[in-house]
């Protein structure tokens, strides 16, 4: 059975592109394109992996990422955040900006910056789902 992995990502051409490589390396991608959509998709789907893109509009893959740290049943879920933004760079803004990663919400999995490397982005993929 193909191991399930969320793929929330407001950007069509990225979605594409992520599900044909999860689909291609035996991976089951589950898509949503918004925070609501990918909440709801995570607690009904189960995913093995999230893969998140951080800077949806209106920020809404941080808030879903915080959200998922917060929920007692979605927290364990392995996320990978992607995001045009150098790793440092985001981190520095979201401790400036709200300390959301420094109050009690660990730091995701994995940081890939966009567009990912179709190579690192399935090796994270595989260790996070032990797969």
């Known amino acids: 059975m193909k191991r399930k992995v969320l793929v929330v990502d407001d950007e069509s051409d990225m979605v594409i592109f992520l599900s044909t490589l999860l689909d291609t390396h035996g991976f089951k991608p589950v ?26 509009s209106d920020e809404n893959g941080i808030d879903m990422y915080i959200r998922l740290r917060r929920d007692e049943h979605l927290k364990k879920i392995p996320v ?4 045009a933004i150098p790793q440092k760079t985001f981190f520095q803004y979201r401790k400036f900006r709200d300390g959301s ?21 399935i090796r994270q993929v595989r260790t996070l789902t032990h797969g």
Do not use: D, H, T, W
């Not at 898509?31 to 992996?49: F, M, T």
């Not at 990978?80 to 995001?83: D, E």
């Open 31 to 56: 898509i949503a394109e918004n925070k609501s959509e990918g909440l709801r998709k995570a607690a009904e789907e189960e995913p093995a992996c999230v893969i998140l893109n951080a800077m949806m």
């Open 80 to 83: 990978v955040m992607l995001s």
């Open 101 to 121: 990663f420094s109050q009690g919400i660990p730091e995701p999995e994995a940081y890939l910056e966009k567009p990912p490397e179709a190579e690192e982005l």
